[in-house]
């Protein structure tokens, strides 16, 4: 495999590890670097997400204008740079400001994926493109999985490790791009740039615009919340109701992960062909609202562990949705339908660590009136629930013409 390929890929993988690497241990290094208890430090730990996620949707189509502008190199090095010391300085954080700046500039530097992928497709042949923006989604996979198992196995030996260890990712992936990365952009082909072009909004706007998909587009929308609470919660919920160490809170998260990877990369293909798309969604949520049902009222991180396969079992939502959407949009108009996705999973990922952590900031706080750790996943049955009851409300066509967007 080709050196540049391989700088592509691992940036990818560092970009979607710069979440899942810190999530064990965020309970114990907000409560060190703040005080309080656990219900302050999950309150805490949304804003520090949803900064994260809002920064990352603001930003990654202005790296990506960026670098139709100065090209993909200089774009992507930097970005690795300042990641470096980012991580550098939050592994010396002493306060909670200092914290929630270094996530912002976190998520910055971790919005380089349409960089990475415009560099992907200027380096790749026509016929080789599709296959290579898999090895993307594969990477991007692959570091959703490593970072939380390598964040829990790091912070046992102190809270501030797993900075220390992305520190040292980024900073030798830097490296090896400095020494292998080639522009790919010539000067012929750079455009100005453009803040009409870098608008992250400008995707939404096409979701009052598709006919016929409104619907699904909402269903879509609160999938994405509900399941959210997992990533945002997961790591307060596993300290609060079972005890468990950040070891354990990163080995659970990342099986949590595999089992994901194995449903929507290998089950989801019979469960098409067997149920349809339709039915797919529908036993989709099903799952979905078992696991969290099983979650609300849970006290044993054995039975926790045991429901993690039934949750993943909801993971093959999303692609039934996208089947569904994409068969009723045009050919011409597939680019603007994931735009649209895209941006409503971001916006969800923005919304609902905020949400969730306070939820379960409320229910676990000294005097609740109803002490339930288990609040969140208990707000995402209901949501999922809406979700159902919305899909199911009208049959879906089983052939539709594809509308064309103007």
Request: hydrophobic share 55%.
């Amino acid at each position: 495999m080709p050196l540049p390929l391989i700088f592509i890929l691992l940036t990818v993988m560092i970009d979607a590890m710069g979440v899942g690497l810190i999530l064990p241990v965020m309970p114990d290094l907000i409560r060190e670097v703040r005080g309080g208890g656990l219900s302050d430090a999950a309150l805490w730990g949304g804003v520090l997400a949803t900064g994260f996620a809002a920064m990352q949707f603001l930003f990654g189509p202005v790296l990506g204008g960026l670098s139709d502008r100065f090209g993909r190199r200089p774009v992507l090095l930097l970005a690795l740079v300042v990641m470096t010391v980012d991580y550098g300085v939050m592994a010396l954080a002493g306060s909670i400001w200092l914290l929630l700046i270094g996530r912002l500039v976190g998520g910055i530097t971790a919005a380089t994926h349409a960089t990475a992928s415009a560099y992907m497709a200027d380096i790749s042949p026509a016929q080789d493109r599709a296959a290579r923006f898999g090895l993307i989604g594969a990477a991007f996979g692959a570091g959703f999985v490593l970072g939380p198992l390598m964040g829990g196995i790091l912070g046992e030996y102190g809270t501030r490790s797993p900075f220390w260890a992305a520190a040292v990712l980024a900073a030798g992936n830097a490296a090896l791009g400095w020494r292998v990365l080639r522009e790919t952009l010539p000067q012929t082909q750079r455009r100005r740039f453009d803040w009409r072009r870098a608008n992250p909004l400008g995707a939404l706007h096409a979701l009052g615009r598709l006919p016929g998909i409104g619907r699904m587009l909402l269903v879509y929308f609160i999938y994405h919340v509900g399941f959210a609470a997992y990533p945002a919660v997961w790591a307060y919920f596993g300290v609060e109701r079972f005890g468990w160490s950040p070891t354990m809170i990163g080995l659970s998260l990342g099986l949590f992960g595999i089992q994901m990877a194995l449903v929507q990369g290998a089950l989801i293909g019979p469960v098409l062909r067997r149920l349809g798309a339709r039915g797919t969604v529908i036993i989709g949520h099903v799952f979905a609202l078992a696991a969290f049902a099983a979650l609300t009222l849970l006290s044993s991180g054995t039975w926790a562990l045991i429901m993690i396969p039934l949750a993943a079992l909801a993971g093959v939502i999303p692609p039934a949705l996208q089947g569904i959407m994409s068969a009723r949009v045009s050919a011409d108009a597939q680019g603007e339908l994931h735009g649209a996705l895209s941006s409503s999973t971001a916006l969800a990922m923005i919304i609902s660590p905020l949400t969730m952590t306070a939820v379960f900031a409320y229910f676990t706080a000294p005097g609740a009136a109803l002490y339930l750790p288990g609040a969140p996943f208990l707000l995402a049955l209901l949501l999922t629930c809406g979700g159902l009851v919305i899909f199911a409300s009208r049959p879906t066509p089983t052939s539709q013409s594809k509308p064309k967007l103007d």
